[in-house]
């Protein structure tokens, strides 16, 4: 992925499908501590890092990735000028490269962005099914969304994105018209959540990102933050 920008919140919400850098917040604990599988991908990596080399390595190599500072939901939309070449896109961590499992927290979070940014038609095109009409899919949204149990280890959208998109996508129909998301629609959080046009116009840390590609980036979240709704 959202949120008032307090460091525990947006240093681990970061997120590309370059990197699979989503990082989402609250992290998953283990043994009472948090996990962030992704870790590699957040701000704290990338300073940590490049602390560690201007202290015993000056003069190496620097390490940033240019995407971090946007939503995967602004990466995503920032595609719309290209929509045949996104659908040919897959990420599915299940099913055979270039496939989709149609069950996964990964597959569900890709139709989830999808429709929210580009409508259900598209989706079911990218995925080749309509995942909202799953019912056994319910408590995946519900976790994705920080409602229930616990956030999967996935490559996926922040709490914040994730509502955002489930609000954006049941816009205008009734809760049961998506077996699949009815519980997170009817749910006050996801009723509450920001609205998806203000995520898409938010900015994250910028200041590790080489000047080189900051204009590149700007351009790419201020696109995506001006595309009409589906
Ligand atoms: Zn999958």
Same mark, same amino acid.
């Given at each position: 992925m959202g949120t008032p920008r307090s460091p525990p919140t947006w240093r681990s919400r970061r997120c590309s499908p370059a990197t699979c850098a989503a990082a989402g917040w609250p992290w998953p604990s283990y043994l009472g501590r948090p996990v962030n599988h992704? =870790?590699?991908?957040s701000y704290e990596f990338e300073a940590a890092i490049g602390g560690y080399r201007d202290r015993w390595l000056p003069g190496a190599a620097g390490y940033s990735s240019p995407l971090r500072p946007l939503y995967e939901l602004q990466i995503i939309a920032s595609l719309s000028g290209d929509v045949d070449a996104y659908l040919r896109t897959a990420s599915c961590n299940? &099913?055979? &490269? #270039? &496939? =989709? +499992? @149609?069950? +996964?927290a990964k597959c569900a979070w890709v139709f989830l962005a999808t429709a929210a940014l580009f409508g259900h038609a598209l989706a079911i095109r990218k995925i080749g099914a309509d995942m909202f009409a799953d019912p056994a899919l319910a408590g995946v949204y519900q976790e994705m969304a920080g409602l229930t149990g616990t956030k999967p280890f996935e490559c996926t959208g922040t709490e914040g994105e994730v509502r955002a998109a489930i609000r954006a996508a049941g @816009? #205008? @129909?009734?809760? #049961? &018209?998506y077996p699949a998301l009815a519980a997170c629609l009817r749910d006050p959080a996801v009723a509450g959540a920001r609205p998806l046009a203000a995520l898409l116009a938010e900015w994250g840390h910028d200041e590790l990102v080489p000047a080189a590609f900051l204009g590149q980036v700007r351009k790419a979240r201020a696109e995506a933050g001006a595309r009409p709704a589906p």
């Open positions: 992704q =870790w590699t991908k299940r &099913a055979p &490269a #270039g &496939a =989709w +499992c @149609r069950s +996964c @816009r #205008g @129909r009734d809760a #049961g &018209a």
